[in-house]
């Protein structure tokens, strides 16, 4: 078990990390006492959560254990793991503060698993904010059957269900596993 | 300067994120147009500033391309030097910064320029063809006024990223604050001041029928935006010469 103890003693002291989330919960605050549904904005800190937990360095870490794919779900684990309080504090100010909370957590494993695909932070930040914040307000202006198969639909609508959150967060994640599990390590 | 110019040019160009810049800043505002003539056929919704509202999407180009251009220089090159930055070597092949500075912005300000007018053609030439007779074709001055709050934004992302000296902070400020969920517009709500932060002003001089708390002239716009702009610059150059690389 020492290496999930080890992944989790890097999520909980890395910098940017720490920066990341402090300024998460105080945008959060910020936009709760000016009386905005602060979900859709909260989000993009989460995002960014996970594509950094994904692309920082890797080849010290596959020395000391080498198998990639428990590295890989012990990553996803132990991020779950940190996030979930994180995002139970982001979510108090929603209007159904659990489904928030979830699809927050959700959303950092999905941004996980796109880092560890893309692999690098600034493209994974990017391609996430692309999709969360451009794409998806986008197509669900232009057409509403689109707004079922939207990976970010609970972040505006949290009677919508997140079924479509978790259909996602689980394809990236198990593509990401594999492809972890067969490139090179960079 | 003009070989610096030009390897700056090249550094921009060579870069994939870049790339993607280049591409959705182009290609972005004409799908939007496309995407929201239906809608805005069956309820008769264009108006003057159909077409130019659209190119607000595609500010995420010029926003890309001005945080790349500098936080390239700043990201670590890889795990095997864990310290190593372009910058370095940048600097020993050109150790004066305000004219490495000044390279950057020069090749900045083309790239985006070209980028933002072709942006703005096709945008407006889309929406001639789709809306015809309804939107009026804007006069040169708001498009070139539309080219100029690109670069602009452009510069402002460059300075963010000289100030904070990381890509990622001032990338996601930037296109969340361009999207649906605009911090400024947000501000805008709460108070009137907030109608000259850079980007709620400057849209004024391109844009006449959108929702703004204070009517402010297009050269007035033009003129606060370019001052903002000027001071973020500054600050960034003087802490640039100030640091250590």
Same mark, same amino acid.
């Given at each position: 078990?020492?290496?999930?103890?080890?992944?989790?003693?890097?999520?909980?002291?890395?910098?940017?990390?720490?920066?990341?989330?402090?300024? !998460?919960?105080?945008?959060?605050?910020?936009?709760?006492?000016?009386?905005?549904?602060?979900?859709?904005?909260?989000?993009?800190?989460?995002?960014?959560?996970?594509?950094?937990?994904?692309?920082?360095?890797?080849?010290? !870490?596959?020395?000391?254990?080498?198998?990639?794919?428990?590295?890989?779900?012990?990553?996803?684990?132990?991020?779950?793991?940190?996030?979930?309080?994180?995002?139970?504090?982001?979510?108090?100010?929603? !209007?159904?503060?659990?489904?928030?909370?979830?699809?927050?957590?959700?959303? !950092?494993?999905?941004?996980?698993?796109?880092?560890?695909?893309?692999?690098?932070?600034?493209?994974?930040?990017?391609?996430?904010?692309?999709?969360?914040?451009?794409?998806?307000?986008?197509?669900?202006?232009?057409?509403?059957?689109?707004?079922?198969?939207?990976?970010?639909?609970?972040?505006?609508?949290?009677?919508?269900?997140?079924?479509?959150?978790?259909?996602?967060?689980?394809?990236?994640?198990?593509?990401?596993?594999?492809?972890?599990?067969?490139?090179?390590?960079? | 300067?003009?070989?610096?110019?030009?390897?700056?040019?090249?550094?921009?160009?060579?870069?994939?994120?870049?790339?993607?810049?280049?591409?959705?800043?182009?290609?972005?505002?004409?799908?939007?147009?496309?995407?929201?003539?239906?809608?805005?056929?069956?309820?008769?919704?264009?108006?003057?500033?159909?077409?130019?509202?659209?190119?607000?999407?595609?500010?995420?180009?010029?926003?890309?391309?001005?945080?790349?251009?500098?936080?390239?220089?700043?990201?670590?090159?890889?795990?095997?030097?864990?310290?190593?930055?372009?910058?370095?070597?940048?600097?020993?092949?050109?150790?004066?910064?305000?004219?490495?500075?000044?390279?950057?912005?020069?090749?900045?300000?083309?790239?985006?320029?070209?980028?933002?007018?072709?942006?703005?053609?096709?945008?407006?030439?889309?929406?001639?063809?789709?809306?015809?007779?309804?939107?009026?074709?804007?006069?040169?001055?708001?498009?070139?006024?539309?080219?100029?709050?690109?670069?602009?934004?452009?510069?402002?992302?460059?300075?963010?990223?000289?100030?904070?000296?990381?890509?990622?902070?001032?990338?996601?400020?930037?296109?969340?604050?361009?999207?649906?969920?605009?911090?400024?517009?947000?501000?805008?709500?709460?108070?009137?001041?907030?109608?000259?932060?850079?980007?709620?002003?400057?849209?004024?001089?391109?844009?006449?029928?959108?929702?703004?708390?204070?009517?402010?002239?297009?050269?007035?716009?033009?003129?606060?935006?370019?001052?903002?702009?000027?001071?973020?610059?500054?600050?960034?150059?003087?802490?640039?010469?100030?640091?250590?690389?």
């Amino acid at each position: 078990m020492n290496w999930l103890m080890a992944e989790l003693r890097k999520l909980v002291t890395l910098p940017s990390l720490r920066l990341t989330a402090a300024f !998460t919960l105080g945008a959060t605050a910020l936009l709760a006492w000016l009386d905005v549904e602060p979900i859709a904005y909260t989000q993009t800190g989460f995002l960014v959560l996970g594509a950094l937990a994904a692309t920082e360095s890797q080849t010290t !870490t596959l020395l000391a254990m080498p198998r990639r794919l428990p590295l890989h779900a012990a990553k996803a684990v132990t991020l779950v793991a940190v996030t979930l309080p994180l995002a139970a504090v982001a979510s108090v100010p929603a !209007t159904e503060p659990a489904a928030a909370a979830t699809y927050l957590a959700l959303t !950092t494993v999905l941004a996980f698993a796109a880092g560890t695909m893309i692999r690098n932070a600034l493209a994974t930040v990017l391609a996430l904010l692309g999709t969360h914040v451009i794409a998806g307000p986008l197509l669900r202006g232009a057409s509403d059957t689109a707004t079922r198969f939207l990976p970010d639909t609970p972040a505006w609508d949290a009677t919508r269900g997140f079924s479509a959150t978790v259909a996602w967060t689980a394809a990236v994640l198990v593509v990401s596993a594999y492809m972890f599990h067969r490139r090179d390590a960079a | 300067m003009v070989s610096l110019v030009r390897a700056e040019l090249r550094k921009l160009l060579g870069l994939p994120t870049a790339r993607v810049g280049l591409l959705l800043g182009v290609l972005l505002s004409p799908v939007v147009v496309l995407i929201n003539a239906p809608a805005a056929r069956r309820a008769d919704l264009a108006h003057s500033d159909t077409g130019l509202v659209e190119l607000g999407v595609g500010l995420i180009g010029p926003m890309i391309l001005g945080v790349v251009i500098m936080s390239s220089e700043l990201t670590s090159t890889g795990d095997e030097a864990p310290r190593a930055r372009q910058l370095t070597a940048t600097l020993i092949a050109g150790p004066r910064r305000m004219r490495l500075l000044l390279a950057k912005a020069t090749a900045l300000i083309l790239v985006v320029a070209v980028q933002a007018s072709v942006a703005t053609a096709a945008t407006t030439g889309l929406t001639q063809v789709l809306h015809g007779d309804r939107v009026p074709v804007p006069a040169f001055a708001r498009l070139a006024a539309a080219v100029l709050y690109w670069v602009l934004l452009a510069l402002l992302a460059y300075s963010i990223t000289l100030i904070v000296r990381n890509g990622i902070v001032p990338l996601t400020f930037l296109i969340v604050n361009s999207t649906f969920v605009s911090v400024s517009y947000l501000l805008t709500k709460v108070t009137d001041a907030a109608a000259y932060l850079p980007d709620i002003v400057g849209a004024q001089m391109f844009l006449r029928e959108s929702d703004f708390p204070v009517r402010i002239a297009p050269v007035t716009a033009g003129l606060v935006m370019s001052a903002w702009i000027a001071a973020f610059l500054v600050v960034g150059a003087l802490l640039f010469r100030r640091r250590d690389a």
